[in-house]
């Protein structure tokens, strides 16, 4: 296939259209990437070669017109010498070198029209290559993310099987007996450390009472002592009158 015809076979190329489900969508982009990278290496080889030719030609052209002003010159210096048959031979090349710039000027718009036209179709490819690159991408994030989301479908389905279900029924089990053996232990301990508080208190209430009862009776043992003390005192009074 030549260049050119490769050419329009990619710009007519949908990359959004609805391939045949047997082909590999990124493989087909992957070679229509290829076959744009081959045809704009071929284009740009084919662009600097017109663009070299170009600027040949507009030397060339250059140069008649300068050879032309040359001997125009020497043409205006024999006149004034009063050299006519000089002045003659020089009008005489003059305008041969006039007569090369026509198709001079012909050939540099042909390869300057064959250089934009060349720019024109390098720059489409290249927004055709962006677009493939792009699709590239998004259908690689798309393969990624289905990947993914058929892996998460795949554990979901695993979880959701009869042998999954019975373990985390039995493991469940099991956590709830260890709850159950954990809340009973700590009855035990919470039983017993309230049977030793009562005790305690109760021990503490008993010596409590039991003081009150000791410091009333030391009260009462006193007030008795004083009592008969002061009888004696008395008695003791009525004898020495």
């Not at 290496?41 to 250059?62: F, H, N, P, V, Y």
């Amino acid at each position: 296939m030549g260049l050119f015809s490769r050419f329009k076979t990619i710009l007519k190329a949908n990359l959004g259209s609805n391939r045949d489900n047997s082909e590999d969508p990124e493989e087909t982009i992957r070679i229509m990437i290829r076959e744009i990278e081959s045809t704009l290496t071929e284009l740009k080889t084919s662009c600097a070669g017109a663009i070299a030719e170009c600027r040949d030609a507009e030397r060339r052209l250059e140069e008649t017109m300068s050879k032309e002003a040359y001997w125009g010159e020497k043409a205006g210096v024999a006149v004034e010498k009063g050299r006519d048959d000089l002045a003659r031979e020089a009008l005489v090349e003059k305008r041969k070198f006039a007569a090369k710039q026509k198709p001079l000027r012909d050939t540099v718009n042909h390869h300057r029209e064959i250089v934009n036209n060349y720019k024109d179709d390098i720059f489409k490819l290249e927004e055709k290559l962006k677009a493939a690159l792009e699709r590239r991408r998004m259908l690689m994030q798309r393969r990624i993310h289905a990947g993914g989301r058929k892996h998460a479908h795949d554990e979901m389905k695993r979880i959701d099987s009869s042998e999954a279900v019975m373990n985390l029924d039995e493991m469940e089990s099991r956590i709830e007996l260890m709850e159950a053996e954990a809340e009973m232990a700590r009855y035990g301990r919470d039983s017993l450390l309230e049977k030793e508080l009562e005790k305690l208190e109760m021990e503490n209430g008993v010596e409590t009472e039991l003081e009150a009862l000791k410091s009333k009776k030391r009260g009462v043992e006193k007030t008795r002592s004083g009592e008969i003390g002061g009888r004696r005192s008395i008695s003791y009074d009525d004898d020495a009158s």
